[in-house]
């Protein structure tokens, strides 16, 4: 019994130690699948967090280094870095070449090209076509790729800001990047088209060392450490004055307007400031933003070296380590930029003091006329949407605009006789008319001193062609003021109908009109006066008439499109503008020639020490800070030779124009001074509406109308001249009878021509020829028989009062009226006023030559009156003498060459001067 108890007991210690070794199996296989389960798991995590935050930023984070050198995880990183060579292994065949073609398209020259190939040379390129929208800084590389390097660059002038930080280690090569960059920029671009200016936190010299050769042209200005704001200041004025100058055509850019126009006339700023890792103050940090958001569209560039910042525009970064190599926002994180080696010391010096030496020989030379124009691709192209610019000088080699604009719109020129007025005048038209179109711009030139400046612009005896943006040209009329006067009426009166058309669309503006009535034509007017001041040389109504419509036109005209160019030699002494501030601050474009006085400001005396052939340039109101001193081209043309003769004048450019734009469009008017106009251009013009008119002359307006005297049967329809001698006296006569006459049909009208003195023995002949070839009877009366053929036409007109119809009408010509006074006797004396009182609303007209005032008002007595001479012109004779005829009226007037003073009672409220006709027979 006891033996079977053992068995028991040794089976049951078996089975026990079979279930500690199965147990202890178990527990063996869980834990080692326990350890399975936690470094698969650890794997997973390692590999999740590789492929998610990339191989480069777990390498770069402290915390997770120790990780990646762990053996239990090389499988992991292992499989990441095979997957990572395997998918560059694609685009490592052709990216690093394609990206070689995009780096070559789009940064030629200097601006890709390895620096042995630029560094020893000076550009040629002017920025009007297009700018490299790259610039190369290096090659990038590709870790645990293969060992293919493509190159890196970061776009710069016009499309992005560029940030560049630094270690300590690194600084140095972080400032040969930015010297690099820059000398490659300024090695591209002709001299003076980009400028540099240098700001350091912590020194005045130092940053930069190899350019500062730049420093004695002026391509390159280091400020003072401690005044960054002076030089934010700088920028921001300078953005400002190219939105309101420059920016105002609806171009977003000076990259646009330079693609618009052909040319680019602005430089670039580059700024670079050089920080030590330090923010900047509140202030200088808000203004330096405002900088960045709207200096790329100015031309305003900012490198920014150890300046952290945060920037709202487009900036890119380039963050330079100990190591010397980079990583830029262009390549992103998982390149590696090798920057390319530091430029040699004195190969830099040596290629900056080429560029200023470049730069000197280019501003010293003497620009032409022809510099001012744009290429001749580019002629008619840009749009006058809100203003006008012109380049008219050149500073430092580059071209200087003037701008009429809101902010800008009339111009005020002066400087004394000889000082080149003209030539500015000239070169100011041919710049404006070449680069817009007769559409978008018109012409009203006018020109008061005695001289033919503006002559050429019409069609000439020698030369046909005249300039098709011109509408109105006005030489020799020193003694005409009234057409000055004239020329600002039809301005106030453009003005207003404009302004009444920009209501009816319901907007304010010219430019809001064109986009509102785009089948109109609103083109902008440019009004040129030359020696203005002698519109304004008496204290008359003409003075205080074009003192009222200059200031209106110059405080309004700017809205509709208007804009006024005075020139004058001296303006101080304008009495009409005296007290009348309102005026003179309407003209913020001030150019003052050399010893020109009063046209800047008071205490902006930049003119006096001026050479010849320069001037100052002011769009701030001759303000001293708004001063640009440009030199002049010369207009004529003189010296030029084979292709620049094309365009080296101003004759030239219009001959060019006239080609152009001439066909289908209307000459511009010529308001000569010194010469006469013609009777049969003047009858022409004459309405043909069924009333007969007598032509007297040539109204002093802009459009050369015809000065008549409307004869219906009417009292009072009688006209008078009155001159002492009759040399225009006959002119005036004859024009009148003639064109009387030939508004009748063949035999319409009786006319009795009376010569009653001798020197108009002939002219009466002439005139008599002349009527009787269209067919009218013509009867001429000498003095003998004046008095029978009066009382016989006095007595027809008691007839015709009495009868139950009027005759035919009968035009009585009297040459020297007042010299019948000796054979009328009383009874032909009364049978005169019975003529000129009755006579009129009968069909009875006389047309009479009266030698003297007296003589003809003791004619209007008794019987007859003032009133019943309904018009009359004076020649030969002062106001004082003809007061009597317009009883309260003080008449102003004295006697010119060539002009008459007219009065209407039917038409006018006070008298008027017109220009003599020449003789109806003489043509």
Known sequence: MARGLNRRQQRITEAFDALCEAVAAALGAAEGRRDSTIRAHAEAIVEMWLRTDGLDAVQADAGMRPLLTNPALSGPLERVRADRREAFAGWLEDGPRRLADILQEAAPGAAGLAPEHWLARVGAVDGSGPVPSLWSIGTGRIEDAAPVDFPVAVPLLDESHLQVSSGHEGRARAEALVEGLLLRVMSYFRPGIVQLHVWDVGQFTGALPGLYPLTRTGLLTVHDPAMLPQLLDELSDRIRRVHTRLLVDGHPSLRALAESTGARNEPWIVAVLVGNRAPLKDDEHRQLQRVARGGLACGVQLVLLDVPMTINAPVESVRVDDAGTAVSSMTGPHVTVDLEPPLPPAEVTRASHAIADAYESWRSRIGTFADVLPRPAQWGKVRSVSSLHAPVGFADGLPVEIALAD??????????????????????????????????????????????????????????????????????????????????????????????????????????????????????????????????????????????????????????????????????????????????????????????????AELNDASLDLPRWHAVINHESGIKHGNEIVRLPDASGQGASGDEAATSSVGAVQRVLHERYAEGRPQP?????????????????????????????????????????????????????????????????????????????????????????????????????????????????????????????????????????????????????????????????????????????????????????????????????VDDLGAWVALDVQGSEVQALVPGMLVNWSPRPGRGLFFDRAQHAAPEVVIVPSLPEAE
């Open 669 to 865: 008017r010529l308001f000569d001074g010194s010469s006469s106009p013609r009777f049969n251009d003047l009858a022409a013009g004459l309405p043909r509406d069924g009333v007969p008119r007598a032509l007297v002359g040539q109204n002093i307006d802009v459009a050369g109308s015809a000065a008549a005297v409307g004869l219906p049967d009417a009292p009072g329809r009688n006209l008078g001249v009155l001159a002492a001698v009759g040399r225009e006296a006959v002119r005036v006569l004859g024009a009148a009878a003639a064109s009387l006459a030939g508004q009748y049909p063949a035999g319409g009208v009786d006319v009795v021509v009376a010569p009653l003195v001798a020197e108009a023995a002939e002219p009466a002949a002439r005139l008599a020829d002349r009527i009787a070839a269209t067919g009218t009877p013509v009867e001429i009366v000498g003095l003998d028989g004046v008095r029978a053929r009066v009382e016989e036409l006095a007595k027809g007109v008691t007839d015709r009062l009495s009868g139950p119809a009027p005759g035919r009408p009968v035009v009585l010509v009297l040459y020297g009226a007042d010299a019948a006074d000796t054979v009328l006797e009383r009874e032909g004396t009364e049978a005169m006023r019975k003529l000129m009182r009755f006579g009129p609303e009968t069909g009875v007209h006389v047309l009479g030559w009266w030698r003297s005032v007296q003589r003809l008002r003791a004619l209007l007595m008794m019987s007859a009156s």
């Open 407 to 600: 902010a800008s719109p009339h111009a005020l020129i002066g400087g004394p006789s000889g000082s080149g007025k003209t030539n500015l005048l000239l070169t100011m038209i041919s710049a404006l008319a070449t680069r817009y179109d007769p559409d978008e711009l018109e012409f009203y030139l006018l020109d008061f001193k005695e001289g033919v400046s503006f002559a050429q612009f019409a069609p000439g005896r020698r030369d046909r062609t005249w300039l098709p943006h011109a509408r109105l040209v006005g030489v020799n009329i020193n003694t005409d003021r009234e057409f000055g006067l004239a020329l600002l009426q039809f301005l106030a009166d453009e003005m207003r109908r404009r302004a009444e058309a920009a209501k009816a669309y319901e907007v304010t503006k010219l430019e809001e009109l064109r986009a509102a009535d785009p089948e109109g034509r609103w083109p902008r007017i440019v009004a040129v006066i030359d020696e203005f001041q002698y519109l304004f040389a008496e204290r008359d109504a003409v003075t205080r008439a074009a003192t009222l419509l200059l200031e209106d036109v110059a405080r309004r005209g700017r809205s509709q499109g208007i804009h006024l160019v005075l020139a004058s030699q001296d303006v101080s002494g304008i009495e009409a503008f005296w007290g009348r501030p309102a005026i003179f601050e309407q003209f913020v474009l001030r150019i003052a020639l050399p010893r020109a006085r009063r046209v800047l």
